[in-house]
């Protein structure tokens, strides 16, 4: 059996035009991740990149004994980092002291006591955790001293203060 040479011209010309494209497109390797357990698997990851979101940003004020309760819940994305920072200044007196804590799904997962100012309570989630889901925020005045003047009169009753709390996001 012999092929007509315009068959073969033809195949030959439709080789040459889409052969080089297969061959690059079969050429280039998917891209290799290795997975929690150890193995390998060549589909790209799915998710996006890590970035801040403000879950609560209040201004408030609470006073000398008293706790003020924030609550948010964020199921939006994966959570891999918490940061919750307050601040104050000292309306009279001096040394205004604080307590700040942060609690996911009602256990603590971070508190701090300061009276310089300013609090920070930071939690990071292990390389499998993820924590997304309740948060409720307390704020404390545990001491507001505000005695001034030649007669001992406290003047204080507690402080303004400012919360921002914060998640990375992935």
């Not at 357990?37 to 990851?45: A, E, H, L, R």
């Not at 940003?57 to 000398?64: I, M, R, V």
């Not at 799904?105 to 971070?110: A, E, L, Q, T």
């Amino acid at each position: 059996m012999t092929i007509p040479k315009d068959f073969l011209i033809l195949s030959i010309g439709i080789l040459m035009l889409i052969g080089p494209a297969v061959a690059i497109e079969l050429s280039i390797p998917a891209p290799e991740t290795t997975n929690s357990g150890g193995t390998t698997n060549n589909n790209p990851p799915e998710s996006t990149p890590p970035h801040e979101e403000t879950l609560v940003s209040k201004d408030g004020y609470t006073n000398e004994g008293q706790t003020t309760e924030l609550k948010q819940n964020y199921t939006a994305s994966k959570v891999l980092n918490l940061t919750a920072t307050l601040t104050w200044t000292d309306d009279y007196g001096s040394n205004d002291v604080f307590s700040l804590e942060v609690q996911l799904d009602g256990k603590s997962i971070g508190q701090e006591q300061s009276n310089t100012g300013q609090l920070k309570v930071t939690a990071a989630a292990n390389a499998d955790e993820d924590l997304r889901g309740n948060y409720t925020v307390l704020i404390t005045c545990v001491k507001a001293p505000g005695i001034i003047g030649p007669i001992p009169i406290d003047r204080d009753n507690g402080n303004s203060w400012s919360l921002k709390f914060s998640a990375e996001v992935q």
